[in-house]
């Protein structure tokens, strides 16, 4: 097997922590934690990269502008300018119009319309009206009512067993 479910790492290059003393075993995640702070590093650096470029406002051609005010787009101050952002997002969205099935996927992704997301906002919606529920119970007096006779049954004595079949026995 040459790669894991998903396409990250790579079995073949996995070794067994078996034998290896506990200074082998340390120096070894160190290393891997020292990899992994690396990674992270670089990702975080790309990523601010990224967002720093899609403020970025190019110099457009008129066709360019034209399709994104068709798109209902308005550009930044007097000069109507557009960010790469804005132009990435227009793009993408023109591609979805055209039959771009994953385009398509990215725009209700992006827009929070897609089905997980969906799926988390009715299941937060749930759990909200359960805890609504819970106070409600709460404040109408019931729990109060089931204290207190649970208060009464064990005042009386009446937690004991009547008579001996009543009793667990092992």
Same mark, same amino acid.
């Given at each position: +097997? ?13 070794t ?8 082998? +075993?340390?120096e070894?995640?160190? #290393? ?5 702070? #690396? ?9 601010e ?6 403020q ?11 399709? +994104? ?11 109507? #300018?557009?960010t790469?952002?804005?132009?990435a ?15 398509n996927?990215?725009?209700l992704e992006?827009s929070?319309?897609?089905a ?7 299941q937060m919606e749930?759990? #909200? ?13 019931? +729990? ?16 004991e ?6 009793t667990?026995?092992?």
């Amino acid at each position: +097997m040459a790669s894991q479910k998903g396409g990250r790492g790579n079995v073949e290059n996995l070794t067994a922590n078996v034998g290896l003393t506990p200074e082998q +075993m340390r120096e070894r995640n160190s #290393k891997a934690g020292k990899a992994s702070v #690396k990674a992270r590093r670089v990702r975080k650096t790309a990523r601010e990269e990224m967002l720093n470029l899609l403020q970025c406002v190019p110099q457009l051609d008129t066709k360019t502008i034209m399709s +994104m005010q068709q798109l209902g787009m308005k550009g930044q101050g007097r000069a109507n #300018k557009y960010t790469l952002g804005q132009i990435a997002r227009a793009a993408l969205l023109q591609n979805a119009m055209h039959g771009d099935v994953g385009a398509n996927r990215l725009v209700l992704e992006i827009s929070g319309e897609d089905a997980k997301t969906l799926s988390l906002k009715a299941q937060m919606e749930h759990e #909200k009206e359960l805890v609504q529920m819970a106070q409600t119970a709460e404040s109408d007096g019931f +729990m109060d009512a089931l204290k207190g006779a649970a208060g009464e049954v064990f005042a009386n004595g009446m937690d004991e067993p009547q008579n001996a079949e009543d009793t667990i026995t092992e």
